[in-house]
């Protein structure tokens, strides 16, 4: 997180925004969380675990939505036959 998504105030680090006083640190956690299930979903894809893979790529996109995490699971879904969820996810690539 570079910004406080709240008053757009530059991060810190420190777990309260300096200018309007939002929690940031639940929110680091989320994002680390996030990109922590990313990273897991690549390795389960080196593994050639496709549902591993799907799970991970899943939590990832519906802990932080990114143009990264979406494809991630589009491609998950592709690779365990939810060819309708794979399509949904392309598709929203371009509103994101």
Request: glycine residues 6%; charged residues 30%.
């Amino acid at each position: 997180m570079k910004r406080c998504p709240t008053c757009h105030a530059n991060y810190d680090g420190k777990p309260v925004c300096r200018r309007c006083g939002t929690e940031l640190d639940r929110i680091a956690r989320l994002e680390q969380e996030s990109i922590e299930h990313e990273e897991k979903a690549k390795a389960e894809f080196d593994r050639k675990n496709y549902p591993g893979m799907f799970y991970h790529a899943r939590r990832a996109c519906a802990i932080r939505r990114t143009p990264q995490n979406v494809k991630l699971f589009a491609c998950s879904a592709v690779l365990t036959g939810h060819y309708d969820l794979a399509i949904g996810q392309w598709r929203s690539i371009r509103t994101i």
